[in-house]
């Protein structure tokens, strides 16, 4: 038995405390800092150490005797918390910090996938507004604008017109909008076909495919407006059948593994390739996360039958490409629901309604995000606040289990997408 501390706040967190609290293998789970959801479930407590603050991480893992971490958000990542932890002795599932780039640095993980043969959107990088105007002027719109490190998902637009388009290098490069993420840009090709969310369990040179799923990233319903961390997701993804499957491991999954290792990057952890499908069934990567997706986790940890906290101590021991993983054959959808206003500016601290009308259904589960609780009352505390996630025998039916239990939750500014899913469903 042993003490697991899970790293982050939001929804993705509270999946995994969820499914770690399953385990055999657990003892008790920590969540630092957690919400409001990871507080009620079974063996979980949340402790007030925010995910940045790396040497408090390591100094109440020492006194808690935590036998395994697991990090949910992408920041500490690149901030070298696997490293401080290793330097530590204890396990903690996630690449350190040199990895970690891959998701860290958009212009390090397209020259990486250009080095190492992996289909990938043509691109160039600028750090200077007037080179970067040029481009766009040069070539063909749409064209795709991203900051280099880490904006949240947010740090991404698809430019159809010029004024959008200069308007968007100065906010990232002149404004710095980002911060230090944006002093920097990547502009290319605009992709056309279907997202997919393909993500594997890797242990140096072994890795292990989860279930595929496709998230929905922008603010509108029919995938219109502004960027966010996502605002739903299912699994698993009809199209992908074993051909492409195979395509996707045979091009893009095992070129990373091998490239990584060929650089000298002992990478172990959840390796996310965010892909584009075309009509053709060729895929090329969009972008590359070093942890699990959110709300990708919601729906996949519901369909996970096998015991989690074994599969990521299997990461440590060796076998986990011979892993036999058990997945529930049913479909699951999360809706995500957020404060009116995201992902600009928005208010929190609304009282959250309806949430104990869905506490005993096995088929939907509710996972929070943006939340606390005061005086047992649950309050909207971020930009998403909950993903209503639900198992159904198809995705019509997940896709229906999932927007009834919507229905019944209720607050000042609620906002969700109508259409998660409209892709396949059509």
Known sequence: MINVLIV??????????????????????????????????????????????????VSFSKKENIGLVIVGPEDPLANGITDAFTEAGI??????????????SKAFAKSFMKKHNIPTASYESFTDADQAKNYIQENDLPLVIKAD???????VLIA????????????????????????????????????????????????????????????????VGLNTGGMGAYSPVPF?????????????IEPTIRGLSEDGIMFRGFLYAGLMIDSNYNPKVLEYNCRFGDPETQPIMLRLKSDLIDMIQTCFNGGISNYDIDWDQKSAMGVVISSHGYPESYETGKEIIGLDTLSDRTDVKVFHSGTCSENDIILSNGGRV????????????????????????DWDGKYFRKDIGFRVMK
């Open 8 to 57: 982050g706040s939001g929804g993705r967190e509270h999946a995994f405390t969820w499914k770690a609290s399953q385990s055999d293998l657990v003892d008790k789970i920590f969540v630092a800092p957690g919400n409001a959801g990871t507080a009620l479930e079974p063996k979980a407590e949340n402790i007030e150490i925010r995910s940045s603050d790396i040497e408090g991480l």
């Open 149 to 155: 490190g880490l904006a949240a998902g947010k740090g």
């Open 160 to 223: 159809e017109d010029h004024e959008t388009a200069n308007k968007t290098i100065d906010q990232f490069i002149g404004e710095e909008k980002f911060g230090d993420a944006s002093k920097k840009i990547i502009i290319e090709d605009f992709l056309v076909g279907q997202e997919l969310s393909y993500i594997v369990m890797v242990d140096g040179t072994e890795y292990l495919p989860l279930a595929t799923s496709q998230d929905h990233k922008t603010i509108g319903e029919g995938d």
């Open 240 to 252: 992908v059948n074993d051909e492409l499957d195979t395509v996707i491991r045979e091009k893009v």
């Open 91 to 104: 396990d903690c599932f996630g690449p350190e910090s040199l990895g970690a780039q891959l998701e860290g």
């Open 386 to 409: 909950l993903c209503v996630t639900a198992l159904g025998d198809d995705l019509n039916q997940s896709n229906e289990n999932a927007y009834r239990a919507v229905d019944q939750i």
